[in-house]
């Protein structure tokens, strides 16, 4: 069984930043493709970004791109989301993922944190 944590969220103000950061159990972290996605109230879960077991490749969603990145850290199981310039519409729960396959739908995905809140203010 995998389990994911994710920390780093919390409240900041527009035009601010924030590091997400998701820490695996699975030993075998460094073979998986990593996801986060967000969700925020009354909405669906929205696909943000996307790295490779390697971190040879990353995709990022429009509506980040520029703002935000992906990365990770193999060594530490560990990947991470920088956030800058936040805006108020970032505002929702952000949840890391694992998945054998890759993607960005949520289906996509077979373990799941329990989610971090962030918060901008306008």
């Known amino acids: 069984q995998v389990q994911l944590e994710e920390s780093g969220g919390g409240w900041v103000q527009a035009g601010g930043s924030l590091r997400l950061s998701c820490a695996a159990s699975?030993?075998?972290?460094?073979?998986?493709?990593m996801g986060w996605f967000r969700q925020a109230p009354g909405k669906e879960r929205e696909f943000v970004a996307l790295?490779?077991?390697?971190?040879?490749?990353?995709v990022h969603a429009d509506s980040v791109k520029g703002r935000f990145t992906i990365s990770r850290d193999n060594a530490k199981n560990t990947v991470y989301l920088q956030m800058n310039s936040l805006k108020p519409e970032d505002t929702a729960v952000y949840y890391c993922?694992?998945?054998?396959?890759?993607?960005?739908?949520?289906?996509?995905?077979?373990?799941w944190g329990q989610g971090t809140q962030v918060t901008v203010s306008s």
């Open positions: 993922a694992l998945t054998p396959r890759g993607g960005t739908t949520p289906r996509d995905y077979d373990y």
């Open positions: 699975q030993r075998t972290f460094s073979s998986y493709a």
């Open positions: 790295i490779t077991s390697t971190g040879s490749s990353i």
